[in-house]
């Protein structure tokens, strides 16, 4: 497949690349945008749900006679009342994460639901079922979950990947391995080899908006679900999946998302929501609170990471090894094989091998978060790069652009890599004035880089032109960070009519095609590119209208800057060139109201490549480290919201300084989490934080109609090792654990001068 | 169950409404007056998306009695905006492209007003200091900083021409 | 169409390692039911979970990717999002 009329760099463009006031702004700045809590309907119940009190435990029985006979209940659930998951069946995890059947996996699995009149009773009411448990021993962390004799979680889980095939269960869901080139061969030939290790703890998306869903069945069992998720057709689904209905059974309304950061990639209370409305025949709604966010819902994967690189001493890369064990909670995840695709990726590296491990334990599910399993990968590979520069007396600028990928060179995977941007961004880094700018007393300054694949999928658009020459544009991607004004911009260059004439929307299942979560950084990719492919057979369905109104052959009419243009060489009298908007006006004349579609499965979605450089001041006194100036160079393709795409940089870079900083699950021995509030997880406040330059880079994806990557993923993977390598250059000190608290920083900087005095 | 009868202002303009003794500000706000920009991301005071204000105090309304209100002067984000006027926070924030999500935002309006009466013209870090109480994890708070400053000098200027 | 295949490291076992393979058909799932009488378990292998990448163009679902003569056909992971 080939794009058509590619016009990389949007110089040129007379919309794409102008920072729109986005259509939806308005009602968010006025408080009337609705999010899915703020829907309230006529004669609805809440809903709450049970939760285990348990890590891992067994579930002997479950009385809910008590809780139905209470004040307003309306509805209880179980897990009985869904139909039965087989563990083959490709959703058997979100199936039973959603409601426990015979086991619960972590503290806040929901084990039953209650729909009362009010939300009070509905608490009581779910206090008040009696679930008997047989306690299980809990497997908490990657050891435990590796020792020999540690308990499987699920008795069904045969390592993929093995080799040979594994024969009895285990608690190691997979193992994933690249290799290339010769170890052994590569490491000989290096003149400086390093191997460490690092260590990281679960953290949270932390969207501040906690999952919310209303659903509503009517008699004849047909159920609307208003919700807060990245993607509603996958609300659909899933809910049917586990509801054993059919996705005409469903309507799903995508509400305004407040975040999601890929924590809402994946579905919690929407079946149980449709299963007590249709048997209490009256809507429900579901709310969670702060702390069931915290406990039950996505934390991303920890990690322990083992990587040995060999250098030449002229700095080249020739040899490296990485062992990574992500532990996914509860259920099998991704985040080892994510991992292993990027912990080499971003650099031309001759030899390597990854073998990587995803394990279970006894913690919530963990859902994908922003470039899933990439910070830490990066955390292990770009400090070590760091050590390898000071080693070899290399400038750490130097080092990377040595080493950078480039168009052409392999990728872990094998395949020869498209045009990227990388090497545009480590010099726009270093072209940067922050890059030689003085510091001051203990600060230091780290350099260090990431990059995200991105992802194409499905996505479909409308364009509907109204009679009076604006147009409505319709989507399936749910809007989690601006992208209807990308859409509205793309839209405008296309038509060749102002954006403000055009309003974007998100329509829900029953009212725009099938599309895919808005994930892998691919709305503005994918999406976009289904809005551009609509507008174009719009185009194509003017350009006959005009011709019709003109009485000329369709051929003979070009489009141009909103108009349809006469270019043949007959008689141009009455042949003036005629806009969108009279053509709009006289549709019912010429054939009838003008609609066009756009669906696609989107090839080529383009890497994103970033480069951070991170200023920190660390008080040796207690450890504290204050991020004092932060600039990010990001590629992305061609930016059709500049502002938007800055946002997405600096969301990304401050996510991940909380990350590094201070962000992490402290579980109990018993594995219940400690710190399930803002209070005690905290993340960055604008009082941490500095401004943070984002710098856009444009290197155009060749398979984008503008040239497009997607940018909501790549910046959360540098800060990581960004800050780390500005900690060392302050204090000497390098930190392989996060987070880097105040606590590990001052131990870290008290080893240091102890080992300094003894020797 | 006995529901209190409060009477108030709420964005200016007289109020009533019924709620249960436990019930917060932020939910009767919600639930009962209907003005649902009030946002809930915590119901424990640490994130601010539940900002109003109550006779010239910032506080969370999800650490506020409803019944608390009795007598009082509440205003939210629904109150900011005069007729078809924006307020110059809630225009600097579409310009300066301050929202993502959206969610803190309300929270995060009403708290600059109240920043912005005590201190019309506020340096970067006194902006930092006196929103953070407010969470956003979207923005990284660049854009959301720029745009109250922004604010505050678009309103400086006005003031001073009006002169 | 004949085409070269590439196999990332990955996917490599019903191979014996061997990363560069020839197959042939007219798309990609075709490809892979040749892929598999050559190599016995390697069209399972290759079936589920898998993306290709033709011409630098990253394709997610490519049984039904039409196949030119002498493309270069690298089989690589899956990647996600968040
Ligand atoms: S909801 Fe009140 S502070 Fe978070
Ligand atoms: S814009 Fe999403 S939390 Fe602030």
Not at chain 1, 362 to 385: C, G, I, K, M, Q
Request: aromatic share 6%; glycine share 12%; proline share 5%.
């Amino acid at each position: 497949m080939t794009i058509t009329e590619a016009n990389p760099g949007y110089k040129g463009y007379k919309y794409v690349g102008t920072r729109l006031i986005r259509p939806d702004g308005l009602e968010k700045v006025t408080g009337k945008a609705r999010f899915a809590a703020d829907l309230n309907l006529a004669g609805q119940l809440h809903g709450a749900v049970v939760r285990s009190p348990h890590a891992h435990a067994r579930i002997v029985s479950i009385d809910t006679s008590r809780a139905e006979a209470m004040p307003g209940v309306k509805s209880v659930i179980t897990g009985d009342d869904f139909p039965s998951v087989d563990p083959g069946h490709r959703q058997y995890d979100m199936c039973v994460n959603i409601i426990a059947r015979d086991k619960v996996f972590y503290e806040g699995h929901a084990v039953a639901a209650v729909a009362a009149s009010t939300l009070e009773q509905a608490r009581a009411a779910a206090a008040a079922v009696e679930v008997e448990y047989e306690a299980l021993q809990a497997v908490l962390t990657i050891d435990e979950a590796m020792a020999d004799d540690a308990p499987v979680l699920h008795s069904h889980m045969l390592t993929r990947g093995a080799e040979p095939p594994a024969e009895a269960p285990s608690n190691v869901a997979s193992v994933t391995r690249f290799s290339g080139g010769d170890l052994e061969a590569g490491f000989a030939e290096a003149d400086f080899v390093v191997e460490r290790e690092f260590s990281t703890k679960p953290v949270h998306q932390g969207y501040i908006e906690p999952h919310a869903c209303v659903a509503d069945t009517g008699q004849d069992g047909h159920t609307t679900i208003w919700c807060s998720s990245q993607g509603h057709f996958n609300v659909r689904s899933s809910t049917a999946t586990l509801l054993g209905w059919e996705n005409t059974r469903i309507k799903v309304v995508p509400a305004e998302i407040g975040g999601g950061f890929g924590g809402k990639t994946t579905i919690y209370l929407e079946p149980l929501a449709a299963a007590l409305s249709s048997q209490a025949g009256r809507p429900v709604k579901m709310v969670m609170t702060r702390s069931e966010v915290f406990r039950a819902t996505g934390p991303a994967p920890c990690a322990k990471i083992r990587v040995k690189f060999g250098a030449r001493s002229d700095g080249a890369i020739v040899a490296a090894d990485a062992h990574l064990i992500y532990s996914n909670g509860a259920y099998q995840g991704a985040g080892g094989m994510l991992g292993a695709m990027t912990v080499f990726e971003s650099y031309k590296i001759p030899n390597f091998a990854v073998e990587a491990l995803d394990v279970v334990v006894n913690t919530a599910r963990s859902a994908a978060y922003r470039a899933p399993a990439a910070p830490l990968t990066a955390f292990a590979t770009e400090t070590v790069l760091d050590e390898i520069a000071e080693e070899l007396g290399i400038d750490a600028m130097d080092l990377r652009l040595k080493n950078a990928v480039k168009e052409g060179d392999p990728s872990t995977m094998g395949f020869p890599l498209a045009r990227v941007g990388f090497a545009e961004c480590l010099e726009a880094i270093r072209s940067h004035p922050h890059f030689s700018a003085p510091l001051g007393p203990n600060q230091g300054r780290g350099l260090a880089a990431g990059y995200w694949f991105n992802i194409g999928e499905s996505s479909s658009a409308i364009v509907n032109l109204n009679e009076d020459g604006t147009a409505t544009v319709v989507t399936g991607s749910p809007d989690i960070g601006g992208s209807r004004a990308s859409m509205a911009l793309m839209a405008a260059e296309e038509l060749g009519i102002d954006p403000h004439d055009i309003r974007p929307v998100v329509g829900d299942t029953e009212a725009v095609g099938f599309t895919d979560i808005t994930e892998g950084s691919r709305a503005t990719f994918a999406t976009g590119r289904a809005v551009v492919e609509a507008c174009r057979n719009m185009v194509i369905e003017l350009r006959g209208r005009a011709a019709t109104m003109m009485e000329a052959e369709v051929g003979d009419i070009d489009w141009v800057d909103g108009h349809a243009v006469y270019t043949g060489d007959g008689d141009s009298e009455g042949k003036e060139p005629l806009s969108l908007a009279v053509i709009a006006g006289k549709a019912k004349r010429t054939g009838g109201p003008l609609t066009a579609t756009g669906s696609l499965e989107a090839h080529g979605a383009g890497p994103s490549f970033t480069v951070h450089l991170c200023d920190v001041e660390v008080d040796p006194e207690t450890g504290v480290v204050s991020i004092v100036r932060y600039t990010a160079a990001q590629d992305a393709g061609t930016a059709i919201h500049p502002s938007y795409v800055e946002g997405q940089i600096q969301g990304g870079v401050a996510q991940g300084v909380g990350w590094a900083l201070n962000e992490e699950y402290i579980y109990d021995s018993d594995g219940v989490m400690e710190n399930p509030g803002f209070l005690d997880y905290r993340v960055p406040v604008a009082s941490d934080l500095p401004m943070i330059d984002a710098v856009i880079v444009e290197v155009p994806n060749p398979a984008h109609p503008y040239g497009v990557r997607g940018v909501g993923e790549a910046g959360i993977v540098p800060p990581i090792p960004a800050v780390a390598n500005a900690i060392h250059s302050a204090t000497g000190c390098r930190i392989r654990d996060l987070p880097m608290s105040p606590v590990r920083v001052l131990e870290a900087i008290t080893a240091a001068g102890a080992r300094a005095n003894g020797g | 169950m006995t529901r209190v009868h409060v009477t108030c202002t709420i964005n200016g303009d007289p109020a009533e409404f019924l709620c249960d003794g436990g019930q917060t500000l932020l939910d009767a706000l919600r639930d009962e007056v209907g003005l649902t920009g009030v946002k809930e991301g915590c119901g424990t005071g640490d994130c601010g998306a539940c900002s109003v204000m109550m006779d010239g105090r910032l506080l969370c309304s999800c650490l506020v009695l409803a019944a608390e209100a009795e007598g009082s002067d509440v205003s939210t984000v629904e109150g900011m905006a005069s007729g078809d006027e924006l307020h110059p926070l809630q225009q600097c924030f579409l310009e300066g492209a301050a929202l993502q999500c959206g969610i803190c935002t309300p929270g995060f309006l009403v708290a600059a007003e109240a920043l912005l009466e005590r201190n019309p013209d506020p340096t970067e870090t006194e902006v930092r200091y006196a929103l953070a109480g407010n969470l956003c994890r979207c923005t990284g708070y660049d854009k959301i900083v720029r745009s109250v400053m922004a604010a505050a000098r678009s309103i400086n200027a006005g003031a001073g021409s009006g002169h | 169409m004949a085409v070269r295949v590439h196999l990332s490291s990955n996917l490599r076992g019903p191979t014996g390692g061997v990363a560069e393979i020839e197959g042939s058909g007219a798309n990609v799932g075709a490809l892979i039911g040749d892929l598999e009488r050559q190599y016995p378990g390697l069209g399972d292998a290759l079936r589920s979970g898998v993306s290709v990448v033709i011409d630098g163009l990253l394709i997610a679902h490519p049984q039904y990717y039409r196949l030119a003569d002498g493309a270069q056909v690298f089989f690589v992971p899956q990647s996600a999002g968040g």
